[in-house]
């Protein structure tokens, strides 16, 4: 009885020594692989997180979104007055790089008299191809402005100089009206 134990001990020994060297050499194995394929800087780019925030609330929204490289805009919309404005910081200086205005009522329709508009507002990553504006580019983020309660939308864009931003120039004008119209053929009533 002796014997058999300790035969059955020197057994399940070795079968234990061989899966942990099995597992061992599997590990090793897959370090070894692993650091051959490491993925390029340059395709982990391409898979970065690119995000805007926006947030809005009864009288007021905000809206990030890019502006040009490292350089990051805020949105701000006025529900009361239909002022949109977008307010830029000079990464370079750390100072104002810009101030950019428009007002949304006349894109957006007037609904009915007495009724407040209800928007909504989020930018969106855009990439010019064209469509110079003197010395500038159109930026590369385009804010889209909704009234829920007319149904109509308007798209803005904003001309950017980035030779204006290193020079340290703070820039400013009109937010530039890219598209509006109707995304809803009826009227919402309370």
Not at 100 to 115: H, I, L, P, R, Y
Not at 145 to 165: F, L, R
Request: aromatic residues 8%.
């Amino acid at each position: 009885m002796g014997r058999a134990f300790r035969r059955e001990s020197a057994v399940f020994l070795a079968v234990g020594l061989a899966i942990g060297l099995a597992i061992g050499g599997a590990m090793t194995a897959g370090v070894l692989i692993g650091k051959q394929s490491v993925v390029p800087d340059a395709a982990l780019a391409e898979l970065r997180l690119k995000a805007a925030a926006s947030h809005g609330g009864e009288t007021f929204a905000m809206a990030t979104g890019l502006i040009d490289d490292g350089v990051e805009g805020l949105f701000c919309l006025d529900y009361l007055t239909g002022d949109l404005s977008c307010f830029v910081v000079n990464p370079r200086t750390g100072t104002p790089g810009g101030v950019f205005k428009t007002n949304v009522g006349a894109d957006m329709g007037s609904g009915e008299k007495g009724k407040k508009p209800s928007y909504v507002m989020v930018t969106g990553i855009f990439q010019a191809r064209g469509g110079n504006y003197g010395n500038s580019q159109i930026a590369n983020s385009l804010v889209y402005v909704a009234d829920a309660n007319t149904g109509t939308v308007a798209i803005y864009g904003m001309p950017w100089s980035k030779q204006a931003t290193v020079g340290g120039a703070v820039q400013g004008g009109k937010l530039v009206k890219v598209y509006s119209g109707k995304v809803r053929s009826l009227d919402v009533r309370d």
